[in-house]
């Protein structure tokens, strides 16, 4: 082993601790950060050719890792917007000039134009409801556009489709004519209800429903405009029924027969095509009652707050009490996060290491789920990184202090011919 061997072991031994020590400095100061991975220093021995009555030291090689897999401890927040992903799976954000990237950071809140950014600068992607419930790109980032959320925004939903279930008594007597007709004052029915529909500018459209016995185990049900009813009477109504069928059930069980209609599909008026599901509808032996009604559609109404659901569906609730579904965010993971390319900002991109990428929605596989109103806080230890540094300034001391011998028995090499 040479003198100058010597010495270029203890840098190099002193560079690594000097790298262990960054990598400490780096997690203490991001020890709040919220989504931050903490990051680790990896030695390896770099050994050189000797021979059997020498030594010649190598040095030490190192390798930094983030520990991107730990989870960090989720913090709950009161803003509806801050977003954890708890498992696996990372948000996909984009920047100013819509590149992609992904991270765990969640703390969003909508800027001047409503979209969801977070505090470093970075947009959050998904899919947005506007051609019906999206599907995911498996394997990409087609598709995706910052999430935005507009507060001051009025919608009217035209209502298209419900459900409205009954029970009708089988021990009702069969009704004798006139049967219900819009032109005739008097009309005979078994029972009556009403259900409220929207129009296509989010005006209420009462629909009177009757229902008429007319054999055994056979029902008319009859559809009417109720502000064309006669005020305080009903019958005669100003327009024609807006459907009229004929359901039927089976004796053996009170249910739909096979061959009955299991809907009543009709337009409503000023609005759109309306299918009421009747799958359910009952005839058995008790009073006439409604079992359930769900129309879809609402009047006009203003945003009155945003939430995420744990599968990263967006949804509106709007002042009266509804509820749309805006978007949903994709979480994507990789084979090996722990050797993703660690850039500015808290993000991540793909590195050449890290593996193929894949998309999918929370609570779906592998992917986790999303919490709403929480954070994930940093996963650095603050007492292991403390104990790091004072062993890597300990290392470097013993490193340093090889290097001055080294320096000191050069010296006295050099100074031998005086």
């Known amino acids: 082993m040479s003198l100058y061997g010597m010495m270029r072991t203890g840098v190099s031994g002193m560079q690594a601790q000097a790298t262990r020590l960054s990598a400490v400095s780096d997690n203490i100061a991001n020890s709040s950060t919220t989504g931050y991975k903490k990051s680790g220093v990896e030695f390896s021995t770099l050994v050189m ?19 991107i897999e730990q989870q960090g401890v989720l913090n709950f927040s009161n803003s509806s917007t801050d977003l954890a992903v708890d498992g696996d799976g990372f948000f996909v954000v984009e920047n100013s000039a819509g590149t992609p990237f992904l991270t765990r950071a969640g703390s969003f809140v909508p800027d001047g134009e409503g979209r969801l950014v977070n505090a470093a600068g970075y947009f959050l992607s998904g899919y947005d409801f506007s051609n019906g419930p999206p599907t995911v790109v498996a394997n990409g980032f087609a598709g995706l556009a910052p999430i935005t959320v507009t507060q001051a925004e009025l919608t009217a939903t035209p209502s298209t489709t419900g459900r409205f279930l009954t029970n009708l008594p089988s021990d009702q007597a069969v009704t004798a004519a006139p049967l219900p007709s819009a032109n ?19 005006g209420e459209q009462l629909i ?7 054999a055994a185990n056979t029902w008319e049900m009859t559809a009417y405009h109720q502000p064309d009813a006669t005020a305080f009477t009903g019958f005669p109504y100003a327009s024609a029924a807006l459907v009229s069928q004929t359901i039927t059930f089976n004796p053996a069980n009170g249910d739909l027969a096979g061959g009955s209609p299991t809907a009543l599909a009709f337009t409503v008026p000023g609005g759109a095509a309306m299918s009421l599901d009747l799958a359910g509808t009952k005839e058995l032996a008790a009073d006439f009652q409604v079992l359930g009604v769900d129309v879809n559609g609402n009047a006009p109404a203003e945003i009155e707050k945003v939430s995420f659901d744990s599968d990263g569906t967006l949804y509106a609730q709007y002042n009266d009490g509804s509820f749309k579904a805006l978007s949903r965010i994709p979480l994507a993971t990789v084979v090996s996060p722990n050797l993703l390319n660690a850039l500015p900002g808290n993000v ?10 894949q998309l999918g929605f929370p609570n779906e596989s592998a992917f986790g789920s999303v919490v709403a109103g929480a954070l994930e806080g940093s996963n650095v230890d603050l007492a292991g990184e403390l104990t790091e540094m004072i062993q890597a300034q300990r290392s470097y001391t013993a490193n340093s202090k090889v290097f001055q011998t080294g320096s000191e028995l050069m010296e006295i090499l050099v100074n031998l011919k005086r």
Do not use: C, M, W
Request: aromatic residues 10%; proline residues 2%; glycine residues 12%.
């Open 184 to 202: 005739l004052a008097t009309s005979e029915y078994s029972h009556k209800s009403s259900v409220v529909t929207y129009d296509n500018v989010g």
């Open 49 to 67: 050719p000797g021979n059997a009555g020498g030594f010649s030291s190598g040095g030490v090689n190192t390798d930094v890792r983030r520990h």
């Open 208 to 214: 009177d429903i009757y229902y008429t016995k007319t």
């Open 348 to 357: 991540y991109s793909q590195s050449t290491d890290s593996g193929d990428l």
